[in-house]
């Protein structure tokens, strides 16, 4: 297994900001914007969507390994801009298709979720703190990460799975 991690290019300088709860908030660049959160978090899913397979439409192939839902601990309205359904159901074991996978990954970096998304061949995607995603993919899957480009993301070769 080949293990990544993904961040934002400028996530390591002193002044930046690291959450949704950081929009409104002036760092050294300028105020975080809704917009502006959205273009980085849109790089994400984008990357995201890069690693699903073309051939089946709807569904992504991956299971819901782990689950903490945090939807309730805060006020949905102040962090659910931009979202057609921040409320949907999940459940730990289920197969997700690629829109809810998508919605999976942008409620995991706004802090509304914790999940950990497994395929049967041991490939996963899972979240750490700072809007910090790692993937695992197996060899004959790694072109696809390094053939995403984005000026916004920062793609790392990591030693281990961050569950282990």
């Known amino acids: 297994m080949n293990h990544f991690s993904v961040n934002r290019s400028n996530s390591a300088e002193v002044d930046s900001w690291s959450s949704i709860s950081d929009v409104g908030s002036s ?39 782990s689950l903490e839902d945090r939807r309730g601990l805060f006020s949905l309205d102040e962090y659910c801009f931009g979202l057609d359904d921040p409320r949907v159901k999940l459940c730990g074991g289920e197969l997700v298709s690629k829109c809810e996978l998508l919605l999976i990954v942008r409620l995991c970096l706004r802090d509304l979720l914790w999940a950990r998304l497994e395929k049967e061949d041991g490939s996963y995607i899972t979240f750490g703190y700072d809007m ?3 993937v695992g993919v197996r060899d004959e899957h790694i072109t696809e990460i390094f053939s995403f480009k984005s000026d916004g993301l920062d793609i790392d070769v990591v030693p281990e799975d961050p569950d282990c």
């Open 132 to 134: 910090n995603l790692y």
């Open 27 to 65: 760092f050294s660049d300028g105020v975080l914007t809704a917009e502006g959160y959205l273009e980085v978090e849109n790089e994400y899913v984008n990357f995201v969507s890069h690693l699903l397979p073309s051939i089946d439409v709807e569904m992504s192939g991956y299971k819901i390994k």
